[in-house]
């Protein structure tokens, strides 16, 4: 069943899926790099008040499933996670502290709203990496 959520004056249940890219969508989020940027999204969303559903990190791409409370808009949290982990990325992980141009993923991203579907969507974002799996055995065995 669905779990709503309160504020002072408010009862919501608002569920994201999410998905963005790298720049250029280069396939650069494996080994340690894949562990670090899930651990900086988790920690992004808990510090603005956003809880992390699920989410998955594919070598070209991000899923997550995120609840946002209704006083943030959805451009405005995924615009803090995406700059802040860039940021991170390249502070921490690539040891490069320019002040500007600290890009990391590309502009833009894709989000459409949880229904009653809940459940499917998670699934979905759980067992990407299988279906991406399956998809290049295909590719590979047509050619």
Request: charged share 30%; net charge positive; glycine share 6%.
């Amino acid at each position: 069943m669905h779990e709503w959520q309160n504020l002072s004056h408010v009862q919501w249940e608002c569920k994201y899926h999410a998905v963005w890219i790298p720049k250029y969508r280069q396939k650069v989020l494996y080994g340690k790099l894949r562990l670090h940027v899930g651990r900086l999204i988790r920690e992004l969303c808990q510090q603005y008040g956003v809880e992390l559903l699920e989410g998955h990190a594919m070598s070209d791409h991000v899923h997550v499933c995120l609840s946002i409370p209704p006083k943030f808009s959805v451009s405005r949290v995924i615009g803090f996670v995406k700059g802040k982990s860039a940021v991170r990325i390249h502070r921490e992980l690539l040891r490069e502290r320019r002040m500007t141009g600290l890009h990391f993923w590309a502009t833009g991203y894709s989000v459409s709203t949880i229904g009653m579907d809940e459940e499917t969507i998670r699934k979905y974002v759980r067992d990407q990496e299988d279906s991406d799996r399956k998809m290049d055995q295909l590719e590979l065995g047509l050619k």
